[in-house]
């Protein structure tokens, strides 16, 4: 882009420097007042129309300068975002994956549970059928004592 700025610079000071060449040999060699006068407007009309090419260019040029540095500005902000979507995308692939590591360990540990109060609960079934028969034995235990003390009192 500096190129480009140089040689049309170079291209405008050339032909400044030829209008002005024409200006400085229109004035040496013509004598005649009028055509003196019409070739200076036309000569100054080419100054101002070089000025203003001169200022076209260089606003051109700033605009430019503007739009490449918002495309790059852009480019930068462009790859942030992906950037951090790609981070997040990541970080949400971890974290579901932790939590389905975390829901299969829950699962497997309440099935686990769940069995060993299954077997409580068979293991509990077994010990109301052994209460009723310590119930019955009591009752034995006691009406034997009964007759033993009724036996010791009388012997």
Known sequence: MESKEATTSETLDHNHQ???????????????????????????????????????ERDSIAISDSFSSLFASLRVDLSKVTSRSVDHVQCFNDAAGRLQESALDSATKG?????????????????????????????????????????????
């Open 111 to 155: 099935n686990l549970y769940i069995n060993s109060c299954l077997r409580l609960n068979e293991e509990m079934r077994g010990i109301d059928i052994l209460a009723m028969q310590l119930k019955v034995l009591r009752r034995n235990v006691d009406a034997l004592d009964t007759a033993v003390n009724s036996l010791v009192r009388l012997h």
């Open 18 to 56: 030829i209008s002005q060449q024409h200006d400085e040999e229109d004035l040496e060699g013509n004598s005649d007042p009028s055509t003196a006068e019409t070739e200076t407007s036309s000569s100054i009309s080419q100054q101002e129309i070089l000025r203003a090419v001169d200022a076209v």
